[in-house]
């Protein structure tokens, strides 16, 4: 089916509470509805009729599942082919604080790292680089420890443990363990990270630092990848620098990012059929497909309540790439609009023109977009 243009909606409802039962335990929780319901899910939904291996495909808007989180908090109200309701509980953590430092346990979540929208270092439910609403990261069910060890150092722990989806057993080779040690010499910043993820190891150093009055950060891993696997390991990598400036009696600030995955590839249609990259963009890891990628955005305040950004994604294999402006304007305290877009550019045969799906003759081209979202906070 083929329409030249489709409309949509989205609801988002989050409640959130913070229970102190003393100075050094607390509990928080976060309950959030989500709707979504439109064009595209019918489209999406007729497609599906006509090429059901498509089911579980990653091109297809489906609700967040637990099938692999140590708890079930997620249950579907209602859907149908136009639209899909349903609610979770995305924070459920309780958790210990003494001098020395805290212990978390439970549904939470944890951002590692210093890329702005490539992070190698963050294996563990990252943003998608398109996404331009970060208010909040999907919890996930694990146990965090943080150490202080002196005025420059800071040690995290984390275990996370996850369920076989097809035993629902929790397994070792499906769950991660990991550390990473934040320290600094002089002004640059330093954190070294060394995890079990899954089947595979990774070892992290990441640099933080400035030059002038801008800043700058260099992280990179290397990951060895299990025995079942044709390579012995690969190389990831971002690098960026910030800087904010006054022009025209404006503030302005920017970023340009570069991002290397050694574990991608050119050759669009090897790459979906490659095991160790389609396990990773279905664990919601990984959301590209190429080597090599460079990103920018500009932000300026036109008014205190009114902001304009622009961001660039850029395949630099193919020269393919996403274009997003918006603007944000916060009317009131407590409410902000947003509007913007998704355009998409690229040859056809490029990751951001459109692709052919191996198997069949299905040609996946993301679709540009517009949208306006209202936030109310309470």
């Not at 099938?67 to 309780?94: F, K, P």
């Not at 080779?173 to 079990?196: E, P, R, W, Y």
């Amino acid at each position: 089916m083929h329409q030249d243009r489709l409309h949509d909606g989205a609801v988002e409802f989050r409640l959130k509470k913070n229970t102190g039962f003393n100075d050094w335990l607390s509990l928080d929780f976060h309950y959030e509805v989500i709707g979504t319901g439109g064009e595209t899910r019918k489209a999406q939904q007729q497609f599906l009729k006509q090429y059901p291996v498509f089911s579980d495909s990653l091109f297809m808007a489906n609700a967040v599942k637990d099938d692999s989180r140590v708890m079930d908090l997620t249950h579907t109200i209602s859907s149908d082919t136009e639209y899909l309701l349903y609610h979770r509980i995305d924070r459920l953590v309780l958790s210990a604080s003494a001098d020395w430092g805290s212990v978390r346990v439970g549904r939470q979540a944890l951002t590692w790292g210093n890329g702005f929208l490539f992070n190698p270092m963050d294996l563990f439910n990252p943003f998608s680089p398109t996404d331009v609403d970060r208010d909040y990261k999907i919890g996930d069910d694990m146990i965090t420890a943080q150490v202080y060890t002196g005025n420059s150092g800071e040690l995290q722990m984390l275990y996370m443990p996850r369920r076989d989806t097809e035993n629902h057993n929790i397994e070792w080779d499906d769950s991660s363990l990991a550390a990473k040690f934040h320290f600094n010499i002089s002004i640059t910043d330093i954190d070294v990270m060394a995890g079990k993820h899954y089947e595979d190891n990774v070892l992290g150093i990441g640099f933080t630092g400035y030059l002038m009055n801008a800043a700058w950060r260099l992280d990179t891993t290397y990951t060895w990848l299990d025995a079942d696997s044709e390579r012995s390991g690969f190389v990831s990598l971002v690098a960026n620098i910030d800087y904010s400036w006054v022009w025209w009696n404006k503030n302005l600030y920017g970023w340009i990012e570069y991002y290397y995955n050694g574990l991608g590839e050119n050759d669009y249609q090897k790459a979906l059929t490659d095991p160790d990259i389609m396990k990773r963009l279905a664990r919601g890891e990984w959301f590209t497909l190429g080597h090599s990628y460079m990103n920018t955005q500009l932000q300026i305040e036109w008014h205190p309540l009114v902001n304009g950004f622009i961001t660039i994604i850029t395949n630099t294999g193919d020269s393919s790439g996403i274009l997003q402006p918006r603007i944000t304007v916060d009317p009131a305290q407590n409410f902000q609009i947003m509007c913007g877009g998704n355009i998409y550019y690229g040859k056809t045969k490029t990751e951001f023109g459109g692709i052919e799906l191996p198997g069949v003759l299905v040609r996946e081209v993301p679709a540009d977009m517009v949208y306006l979202w209202l936030s109310y906070y309470f």
